[in-house]
C-alpha cells in the first residue's frame, strides 16, 4: 500500500537516530550515537519542579510561557551577551527548541520561498522546511575543517531566499562560526532581508579558546534574526522539553501565533525549574564546558589511536570521524554493523548531507556519556573495530 502520507513529508521516514537507537537498545551497545546527556538534571534544579507540582502547578501555563521563566531568559541573554532583551514581547516558551524551530518556519516561510542551512544540516531543520511547503538550500560545510565558501552563500542566495538557518555551535560537526565568518552571514543578511534564524541549544558548550557570538549582537541583526536555546542540553533535562525563541515582537508575535496551535503551551512545573537553572553561578555553566570537553578529549585520543581520523571539535556534544582506515564499507552499513558486531552505536554523517555521499567514510560519535560509560564504549572499540 502507497503510504498516506503528505507527498512533501514521503522522504522523511524513521529517522537514523531512532533506528541506531533501537539497534543500541537490541544489542545491550554503548549508545554514542543520539545525543542526550546520562547525567542527570542538578538536584536543586529538580527540587523546583518538584515543589512546583506539589504546590499545584499543573494546569495550562500562559500561551507565551510563564513570566518568571521568560524574565530568566532575558537576564541571561543580558548577563552573558549584553543583550537587552523585553522579556513581555521579545520571548516565547516552547516545547522545546525543535518546536521553536518549526513554528518560526511555518509562521515566516511561504510555499516556494527558500531556506539555506549549513551542510551537514541536522535532520529536523529540511522537515520543518518540507511542511512549510519551502524549499531547501545548502551552503556545504568542508568536512576536514568545516569552513565554507563566502562566495557559495552569496551564489545559494536567490531571489526566492527568505531565511539562513544556523545552527551554531553546530550539529553534528561541532564547529563553532567565527566572529568573521558571522559577519559574513550577517552581511548578506542585510543586504538581501532575509531572516535568520539562530538554533544555539549548545550555547554553554563550547571548548578550548572558541567563543560563542550570538549573531543577534552583530550590527544590524536584531531585527532581523530569531535565536533558539533550551534547557535541555545545558541541563541534562532533554525529556522536559522546555525551549524557547526571543527576537524583534513582530517576529515573536507571529511565531507565537503558529505555535499555539501545534502545543499551546507546555509543561507548567518544569518551566520554574528551568528558571532558576538560569540563574546557577558562572561555576556551573565553566564546570559544565570543563566536563565535557575533559570527556572530548578521551573520545578523540582514543579514536586516534585506532588510526580513526577526527576532524577538530570546538562545541556540542559531537566529534566527526573519518572510518575508512578500519572498514571498506560506507559508513552507514558499517554503523548498522556496530551494535551487534562491537557493541557500540554511532550515527553515519551522511543522515545530516543533502548527499549522502559527500560523507560516505564519516561517522559521528557523542561523548556527551558519564566518564564511565564513555571508557566502556572506548573499551568495545579498541577489541572490536579493527575485528
Not at 537514523?16 to 544489542?27: G, K, N, P, Q, V
Not at 579514536?303 to 566527526?320: E, K, M
Request: include cysteine; aromatic fraction near 6%.
Amino acid at each position: 500500500m502507497t503510504s498516506p502520507i503528505v507527498t512533501r513529508m514521503r522522504g522523511f521516514g524513521t529517522s537514523i537516530f531512532t533506528e541506531m537507537s533501537a539497534l543500541a537498545l537490541e544489542h545491550d551497545a554503548i549508545n554514542l550515537g543520539q545525543g542526550f546527556p546520562d547525567s542527570d538534571t542538578p538536584d536543586e534544579v529538580k527540587a523546583v519542579a518538584i515543589a512546583a507540582i506539589q504546590d499545584g502547578m499543573n494546569h495550562y501555563p500562559p500561551a507565551r510561557g510563564m513570566p518568571i521563566l521568560r524574565h530568566a531568559i532575558a537576564a541571561h541573554q543580558q548577563r552573558f551577551y549584553g543583550l537587552s532583551v523585553n522579556p513581555d514581547t521579545e520571548v516565547l516558551v516552547t516545547v522545546g527548541a525543535t518546536e521553536a524551530l518549526a513554528a518560526c518556519v511555518l509562521a515566516l516561510i511561504e510555499a516556494g520561498d527558500e531556506v539555506l542551512t549549513f551542510d551537514p544540516t541536522y535532520d529536523a531543520y529540511p522537515a520543518a522546511i518540507a511542511l512549510a511547503g519551502g524549499t531547501h538550500r545548502v551552503i556545504s560545510l568542508n568536512l576536514e575543517d568545516h569552513s565554507f565558501n563566502p562566495a557559495d552563500l552569496a551564489r545559494v542566495v536567490g531571489p526566492r531566499t527568505r531565511m539562513i538557518v544556523l545552527n551554531n555551535p553546530h550539529n553534528p560537526s561541532g564547529k563553532v562560526f567565527t566572529a568573521s565568518e558571522l559577519e559574513q552571514i550577517a552581511a548578506l543578511a542585510r543586504e538581501r532581508d532575509l531572516i535568520v534564524v539562530c538554533d544555539e541549544v549548545y550555547e554553554h558548550l563550547v571548548f578550548d579558546a572558541a567563543q560563542h557570538i550570538p549573531m543577534v549582537s552583530l550590527p544590524g541583526m536584531a531585527e532581523r534574526t530569531l535565536t533558539l536555546s533550551s534547557g535541555g542540553k545545558t541541563f541534562s533535562a532533554t525529556g522536559w522539553k522546555v525551549g524557547w525563541v526571543h527576537g524583534p515582537a513582530a517576529l515573536i508575535t507571529a511565531v507565537a501565533a503558529v505555535k499555539q496551535f501545534v502545543t499551546f503551551a507546555g509543561a507548567a512545573a518544569f518551566q520554574p525549574a528551568i528558571a532558576h537553572g538560569l540563574t546557577l553561578p558562572d561555576s556551573f555553566f565553566n564546570d559544565l564546558a570543563g566536563s565535557m570537553q575533559r570527556r572530548r578529549d578521551l573520545l578523540v585520543a582514543a579514536l586516534r589511536d585506532l588510526d580513526i581520523a577526527v576532524s577538530p571539535t570546538q562545541g556540542s556534544y559531537f566529534v566527526i570521524a573519518d572510518v575508512s582506515a578500519v572498514t571498506d564499507d560506507d559508513a552507514a552499513t558499517w554503523c548498522r554493523a556496530l551494535p551487534s558486531e562491537v557493541g557500540v552505536a554511532a550515527i553515519p554523517v551522511g543522515a545530516f548531507c543533502q548527499d549522502p555521499a559527500d560523507a560516505r567514510n564519516l561517522v559521528r560519535f557523542a561523548f556527551c556519556k558519564d566518564e564511565a560509560t564513555l571508557r566502556e564504549g572506548i573499551a568495545r572499540l579498541k577489541a572490536g573495530v579493527h575485528r
